[in-house]
């Protein structure tokens, strides 16, 4: 399993990908799915304070730290929500007070980031990675991030790309590290969570886009600041992704329509390059 999700508008939006160990937002119910899977989520990423986003993260807590009490584990955990949002703060706090996670408080390790767009932020994941940061257009009563994850890849300088694998230690050796290696910064995943026009400028590039697609057709939003499947298509192929992750389609479609509709846009946009699809069913779990 690379991803795991449920998405269903208006009542609960999650995503794990498990490479990076990390859940795009925390909408409720996410602990009956996941059961003790939790405990290996080491990042928390919050878009913005629908509910539908985050009140699964009490339960997650709840049950990592039932983990710990049984086992004596307890993995580090980021947890990364936008500074500022009225309806954030009030339910984090609430949860740091009740459950003295303050500073200085209890055992279990959590980092709380308060993010600001425009910014990166250290991401902790098997690999060398950070946490950069956008603001998104969404409804007016929260604060909106957007967010993408970056790769430091080291790349052998191109004058050395004909040296044999088992040679490259001792070039290294020879001349030195920064002589032999560069360091590239990839944009892999993107996660813009509820938006309208998304700057796909601050996300060029990236590999995996996650982006919402409430609405099948324009003419069923009524002035909603929600995305049309057309404008997440749109916005994945201007920011040249090689695979789009379609979630928070409105329950109103049925899987057959949600389908149809897709292929229409898989065709329509093919000559703009090969882009792998895929979509959250609302209210289906989703494993790929
Ligand atoms: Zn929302």
């Known amino acids: 399993m690379i991803f795991k999700g449920y998405s269903k508008a208006k009542y609960s939006n999650w995503l794990y990908y498990s490479p990076y160990h990390t859940l795009f937002d925390a909408g409720e119910g996410i602990n009956t799915i996941l059961e003790e899977k939790i405990v290996a989520i080491n990042n928390i990423i919050i878009s913005h304070g629908h509910t539908d986003h985050y009140t699964g993260l009490i339960n997650i807590l709840m049950t990592k730290f039932g983990h710990y009490y049984s086992t ?3 993995n580090d955990l980021s947890i990364y929500y936008p500074k500022n949002d009225a309806a954030l703060m009030a339910y984090i706090g609430y949860i740091r007070n009740f459950y003295n996670l303050g500073d200085g408080g209890k055992e279990f390790k959590i980092n ?10 250290e991401f902790n994941t098997k690999l ?4 950069e940061t956008f603001a998104i257009e969404h409804t007016k009563d929260v604060v909106s991030i957007g967010y993408n994850i970056i790769e430091r890849r080291r790349k052998l300088k191109p004058e050395y790309c004909s040296v ?5 230690k001792k070039l290294i050796d020879e001349k030195g590290r920064d002589a032999v290696i560069y360091i590239e910064d990839k944009r892999t ?8 026009n998304a700057p796909v400028e601050k996300f060029i590039n990236t590999d995996i886009l996650i982006h919402e697609a409430t609405f099948l057709k324009t003419d069923d939003r009524f002035g909603q600041l929600h995305s049309t499947l057309e404008e997440a298509f749109d916005i994945a192929v201007k920011a040249n992704t090689k695979r789009l992750i379609l979630m928070h389609i409105s329950t109103r479609y049925k899987y057959d329509e949600i389908k149809t509709e897709i292929n229409k846009m898989i065709e329509r946009y ?4 090969v882009i792998k699809v895929d979509f959250i069913v609302p209210g289906k779990i989703f494993e790929v």
């Open 189 to 196: 995943l993107t996660y813009c969570g509820d938006s309208v």
């Open 112 to 121: 709380w980031v308060e993010v600001e767009p425009g910014r990166t932020y």
């Open 128 to 131: 060398d990675t950070y946490l």
């Open 164 to 168: 044999p694998p088992e040679n490259i």
């Open 72 to 74: 004596g584990e307890f």
């Open 270 to 273: 093919s000559t703009a390059g």
